[in-house]
């Protein structure tokens, strides 16, 4: 299984980009995707998720700027973001579980299995 991001850079803020993540290795598509962020000094914490089927989830810093997709053709997560701010700097990491297990597709790092390398994003003011 791979997991590769790509599509991080410098923006400034107000600025916007979008984040890719191309997966491989699966047989059939993983049940809950998801977006997630690092930044120094602060644990890594769940920026979107999507399911297979059913609702997304969003951080509340993130929701109304950020918007989560899936192409399960191209096997590609995505994440638009708009309105960057300096606090969204942070490296950003795809994620995937691709089991249901009873358990909803949210926001928790424990329950994702799968993990890319990280995208750098970096809003200047």
């Known amino acids: 299984v791979q997991l590769v991001e790509s599509g991080g850079g410098s923006v400034q803020s107000g600025g916007s980009l979008r984040l890719s993540c191309a997966t491989s290795g699966y047989t059939g598509r993983p049940y809950c995707m998801g977006w997630f962020r690092h930044s120094p000094g602060k644990e890594r914490e769940g920026v979107a998720t999507?399911?297979?089927?059913?609702?997304?989830s969003y951080a509340d810093s993130v929701k109304g700027r950020f918007a989560i997709s899936r192409d399960s053709a191209k096997n590609t997560l995505y994440l638009q973001m708009n309105s960057l701010k300096p606090e969204d700097t942070a490296m950003y990491y795809c994620a995937a579980r691709y089991d249901y297990r009873s358990t909803p597709c949210r926001l928790r790092v424990g329950e994702f299995d799968d993990w890319g390398q990280g995208t750098q994003v970096t809003v200047s003011s």
């Open positions: 999507i399911p297979t089927y059913g609702v997304t």
